[in-house]
């Protein structure tokens, strides 16, 4: 994955509640078994049957950090949903509240999910409606939010914060306790369900 | 202290906790389906990693199968993808239940039928609903593709503790509610996000009084309100359940087993974070009216006005009036099928309010079991019959209609009563509109041709 420190970019605010995942990316592209290509799939539904969809106007062309309403992401697990939205040129995703599954899918790839007040996510909203090519700083060594005249500390716990800042690969750090694992292993109750290979 | 169900099994798995990290749990069933699976196989390949326990992973294919003529009948994409998780079982040496197989099925169905499920485990799907197989008392939730990826190549799965939330209904369920009507009711009441970072256990004298199968629906539609686990402490039901199925134990190992799942339930004053509690006398047969599964009234209610933005774009999106009665609404389709209510149970209790009676000739009724062994078992004791001189279509076994992977979807405008779990915009075909509620309420819907209540015709 690749390290997220600190990124600068102008915000669109896609103000709704409880945008799910299938709205991210309809199941229709998930037949791909490429991890990459989904970003023109994203919102596919909404920027096709809506003419004046935010993401589709003009002047949020080429924003990198997108603003929304609270539990963004809810619904299907899939990963299609954070891949696509980075695949869209999106860094960060600002929002009162996230999904869980959707939020570790986001940390596991390096897409920075941001929770803030309500309040704040709106004020952000505001400033990117007047000014659409307003840059906001997320900064994650600082744990902050800025732009003009707006500034505010987000919460990222500690070891969250260590990967994105390193890009480390989660999958390697955990086979760095591969000894562990084996001594799990060979405490397992015998009779605990097994399917061996055909 | 006194620890809930879900610490018990949580601290049973921590291979490895430091802190100021999120515990490395170790994950006991890890099953695996075609959709989420080709990226997370590709990086392990990709990073020469091999996949750890391939006797802990079980995969099928279900997502995107078509429901008629067989595989050939898949296009070409959903073909590929087949053909993907076919050759990363084969060279993984995991075991694969696909299309053909007699034990092909929706993942979250057939590992409780295999008896591949079973209370105290972690269990791990990439796949949103696999909280469904906490209805036997197990730790089982949802991952994304890197998830995937690590519990492949680890068999473990970092992962932060969960806050305890306790569901506690009490009380006998009225005539003609069901357990989806407890699960609309209680994600109506809180909302779709109430549950967001808990592991809720449902407790109390109705829940203990349903069948594994209703216990199963209600655990399946925890993530509908945002919670990362919903499980149920076993007891008796659970081990009659199990008892006998291909992968539980036997002999011994069962006398062992069910002394070491008796242990599990939570303790008298273990704390929970929250309670929220319900009484099942005050719950009625729901439907949905907008686009998410919060939005449910009891059938005998009128469509809401609406109280934000929000709902406001839920009416648009639906096509309806405030004010208008739910019953006056006429539907196009119905599918009763998905992981949530797709069980032999579940159409036993549909086939119940059919037997004898006729589709509406507007309606268009779709039938696709969870699995090939519910199919099989359902023709067995003659139900395909009773659907199909109905008017319904009889299918084979998959999640169809429940997200539209495969041709079986909704036309734009089209309205369905559905037994799935989600009536967000475009889920079951891109513009179509979609109505929650049980199978027997689904049944009624057929017959009638619009939302009604079953009662009615009981
Ligand atoms: S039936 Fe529906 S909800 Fe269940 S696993 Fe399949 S697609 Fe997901």
Redesign the pocket.
């Known amino acids: 994955m690749e390290p997220f420190r600190r990124h600068q970019g102008r915000m669109v605010p896609l103000d709704r509640a409880n945008v799910d995942t299938d709205q991210i990316i309809p199941k229709q592209f998930l037949k791909r078994i490429e991890r990459s290509g989904f970003g023109p799939f994203l919102f596919y539904d909404w920027r096709r049957n809506d003419p004046d969809f935010v993401l589709e106007r003009p002047e949020y062309q080429g924003a990198s950090v997108l603003l929304t309403g609270p539990n963004f992401g809810c619904g299907?697990s899939r990963e299609h949903a954070p891949w696509s939205l980075q695949d869209a040129g999106f860094k960060a995703v600002i929002a009162p509240s996230f999904a869980d599954i959707f939020r570790t899918n986001c940390l596991k790839i390096g897409l920075l999910p941001v929770q803030l007040p309500e309040s704040s996510v709106r004020r952000l909203m505001e400033l990117a409606q007047e000014d659409p090519a307003l840059p906001v700083t997320v900064d994650l060594q600082a744990r902050t939010v800025s732009a003009a005249g707006f500034s505010e500390p987000f919460a990222m716990d500690d070891f969250a914060r260590e990967c994105l800042l390193n890009g480390w690969d989660d999958v390697g750090l955990t086979l760095r306790h591969a000894d562990a694992i084996s001594a799990y292993e060979q405490h397992r109750a015998a009779w605990l369900p097994r399917v061996p290979t055909p | 202290m006194a620890r809930t169900l879900a610490q018990k099994i949580w601290d049973n798995h921590v291979v490895r906790s430091a802190p100021g990290e999120p515990d490395l749990l170790f994950v006991d069933l890890h099953l695996v389906h075609e959709v989420t699976s080709p990226q997370a196989f590709e990086a392990l390949r990709l990073a020469g990693r091999r996949v750890r326990r391939p006797d802990l992973t079980v995969a099928t294919m279900?997502?995107n199968t078509p429901t008629r003529g067989g595989r050939q009948a898949a296009d070409d994409v959903s073909g590929k993808q087949m053909d993907a998780l076919e050759e990363n079982c084969r060279r993984a040496g995991v075991r694969l239940y696909g299309m053909g197989s007699r034990h092909q099925g929706?993942?979250?169905v057939i590992g409780p039928e295999l008896g591949l499920t079973q209370p105290g485990l972690v269990i791990v799907c990439g796949?949103?609903?696999t909280s469904t197989h906490g209805a036997f008392g197990a730790l089982a939730f949802g991952i994304g593709s890197s998830e995937v990826e690590h519990v492949l190549a680890t068999q473990c799965l970092p992962q932060g503790r969960p806050h305890d939330l306790a569901v506690t209904i009490e009380g006998e369920l009225p005539l003609g509610v069901v357990a989806k009507d407890v699960v609309l009711g209680l994600v109506s009441r809180v909302g779709i996000s109430g549950g967001q970072g808990s592991a809720v256990e449902y407790r109390g004298s109705t829940i203990r009084a349903l069948s594994m199968e209703g216990r199963m629906t209600i655990c399946n539609m925890s993530i509908e309100w945002g919670a990362r686990v919903g499980m149920v402490a076993p007891d008796d039901t659970t081990f009659a359940y199990l008892e006998g199925r291909p992968h539980a134990p036997r002999g011994a190992d069962w006398e062992h087993a069910i002394e070491a799942w008796r242990g599990l339930a939570s303790e008298e004053n273990a704390p929970f974070h929250q309670e929220i509690r319900l009484d099942a006398a005050s719950l009625e047969p729901c439907v949905t009216w907008g686009t998410n599964p919060g939005q449910a009234v009891p059938v005998g209610d009128r469509v809401p006005e609406p109280a934000d933005e929000n709902q406001e774009r839920a009416l648009r999106y639906m096509a309806l009036r405030p004010g208008t009665a739910m019953e006056d609404i006429a539907i196009d389709r119905v599918f009763i099928?998905?992981?949530?209510n797709a069980r032999l149970e579940d159409l036993r209790a549909a086939a119940a309010v059919i037997q004898g009676r006729r589709v509406h000739r507007s309606v268009q009724a779709l039938v696709v079991p969870g699995s090939t062994q519910v199919k099989l078992a359902a023709e067995a004791e003659g139900l395909d019959r009773v659907f199909q001189d109905a008017g319904f279509e009889w299918r084979d076994a998959g999640?169809s209609m429940?997200?539209g992977m495969n041709p079986d979807i909704l036309q734009p405008g089209e309205r369905c009563a559905s037994t799935?779990?989600?009536n967000f915009e475009g889920r079951q075909g891109a513009g179509g509109r979609t109505h929650l509620l049980s199978p027997p309420m689904a049944a009624a819907a057929a017959l009638t041709g619009h939302l009604v209540d079953v009662r009615s015709l009981l």
């Open positions: 299907s | 279900d997502h929706i993942v979250h796949d949103s609903h099928g998905s992981c949530t999640c429940c997200l799935s779990n989600r």
